[in-house]
């Protein structure tokens, strides 16, 4: 086992793997840049060495300096969380020309997943299926028009040599298809120099649901259950459950076993995900493998019993996995929440800042994986996620009244938060009924909200009262404002400036 | 104690009184059976005729509001004696009001020119923080005496960026 690991991250899941270290001897090394001095990671790591400027470039993407630290503290691994340098297949490969473990998958099978064509290659041979469509370029309109029929309209109009939305065009009807074949030709040349189009099946507001995966170097693939990550805000995860709502036990075993089958058609090792997206006849397909741990991990943690980020640091350091498929079970149901440092009443605006007040949820069935505390500052640098609430019972009502109960407990104050988005998606009946797909959130939001009502107010001005009373004092500390922009200070002042308009 | 505490434009007379430890209360002249402990810097707990309430009091860079609940107030407290809090109520909306920045950020515009008119709720300037544009509005009708802020400039939370009379 490892003496010493190198947390290449920052937030919330440096404090969770500093977390895992401790749990297993081993001594944590955190970097922080110049903003995050005071972060959490750093205070709760055993040795931490700057990297630099508050910029990610300058600092937590930096692989010069981020080596030059391991190497210094006398590292042997490094573990490097999510974003920042996680899918990084160069740093990969750097860490282990350096002589260092990287927690996570080979440079090789990341190279692999990140290449969108040569995974679904890879993949198509390993009989992992896909959203429905024509595999290579149509030769004519005719045979379009044949291929289209055979999907089942509505079909999307790809370029072969495509990306970024050009070349595309969605096809209603078999009447739109003429205009459509000859408009997205004709952009695909202009674009790419080729007018080679395919076509695919369109899922209107499929599901997003994930497997959990860990491979040891030693060739066992396990997975984990799956994840039903729907709710998102512009193809950003919000909330998070395992179960999902709508897989049963088979349709679970068929997908976990695609999904070991991708991991091994890419010798892939250590822990990552295979996204798939899930239609209305509960179809799965393909979507793109996710080679690092998840910002959702916990909820699989929660159902299986497993420390996932222990599992990742054993499977690293040689370990064979300490159980097989059948023993994995799942139990109950865990739903996490996303808590976003951004002003839901502003268009989820972010919100940096100073966190004035800080209070935690805990009790029957609560986690809460945070990288804040109060009187820290947010830095408007990096992403604005502070914390996870998790939600952990023995079935899916009983997640849903824990959470419910622990946004009534968790509280933080100075900055604007996401908090009151998940009051109203948990009462919400749609998604207290299961019937959730990635285009739930948007219709939620754009549907009334039923503002938290405001009966209370006599408790609250008793309240103000009796703070301006402990206070000892009516001035500006007892002097809350509606409005973000205060009255000139002083009435004095004023009286004063009064006085010389007056010219007396 | 007595204070006329506003909050959602509703006024409330308060009376506060604490003995040895034991609160009066009376709101609106009417007798509140209430007792009141601070639990922790800013978080109290309230028992109002036998209703227990968590009140949390929250601090940002300009403001202070209180929650019940899920529901947030901002309450203005005056004391009614005093000579100040007759003056203010009876001219809250004349005089000059500053706009601050809400967050750090950067000034990426500024919409309008010192010495103009300016409706209540028009965009004044723009703040940019985390690849996020923030239209700064006026709170009053008035004329902008002095814009503070500097095109390309930083700014923290809560930096005064222009002033409308």
Known sequence: MFKKILIANRGEIAVRVIRACKELRIASVAVYSDVDRASLHVRKADEAYSIGAAAATESYLNIPKILDVAKRSGAEAIHPGYGFLSENAAFAQACVDAGLKFIGPTAASMEMMGSKTRARQNMQKAGVPFVPG????????????????????????????GGGGKGMRMVGNPGELKSAWEAARSEALRAFGNDEVYLERVLINPRHIEMQLLADEHGNVVYLGERECSIQRRHQKVMEESPSPIVDADMRRRMGEVAVRVAK???????????????????????EMNTRLQVEHPVTELVTGLDLVHLQIRIAA???????????????????????????DNN????????????????????LDTGVYEGWNVPLDYDPLLA?????????????????????????????????????????????AGNIDTGYLDRLLESRFAEPNRDNADVAAIAAGVFAVLDGQTGSASNGRPSGNEAASSAWKRAAR??????? | MVYDVIIDDKSYRLELERTSGKWHCKLDGREVEMDAVLARRDVLSILIEGKAYEIKRERTANDLHYWVGSARYAAELRDPR?????????????????????????VVRVLLQEKSEVEAGQGVLVVEA???????????????????????TAVNAGDVLAIVE
Do not use: W
Request: proline share 6%; aromatic share 8%; with cysteine.
């Open chain 1, 134 to 161: 024509t595999s290579s370029g149509l030769e004519s309109f005719e045979k379009a028009a044949e291929a289209a029929a055979r999907i089942g309209y509505p079909v999307m109009l790809k370029a072969a040599a």
């Open chain 1, 265 to 287: 058609a890419s010798d892939y090792t250590n822990a990552g995900t295979v996204e798939f997206l899930v239609d209305s006849d509960r179809n799965f397909y393909f979507l």
């Open chain 1, 318 to 344: 040689g370990e064979k996995l300490p159980f097989q498929q059948e023993d994995v079970q799942i139990r109950g149901h865990a739903i996490e929440c996303r808590v976003y440092a951004e002003d839901p």
């Open chain 1, 348 to 367: 989820f605006f972010p919100s940096p800042g100073k966190i004035t007040l800080l209070l935690r949820a805990s009790g029957p069935g609560i986690r």
């Open chain 1, 388 to 432: 996870k609430l998790s939600g952990f019972g023995s079935d899916r009502q009983q997640a849903i009244a824990r959470l419910v109960r622990a946004l009534s407990e968790y509280f933080v104050g100075g900055i604007k938060t996401n908090v009151p988005l998940f009051r109203r998606i948990l009462k919400d009946p749609e998604f207290v």
């Open chain 1, 498 to 504: 009064a006085a010389v308009l007056r010219g007396d």
């Open chain 2, 82 to 106: 005093s000579l100040r809090s007759r003056q203010r109520a009876a001219g809250d909306e004349h005089g000059p009001r500053k706009l601050v920045a809400p967050m750090a950020g950067k």
């Open chain 2, 130 to 152: 985390m690849k996020m544009q923030n239209e700064i509005k006026s709170p009053k009708k008035g004329m902008l005496q002095k814009i503070v802020a500097i095109e390309g």
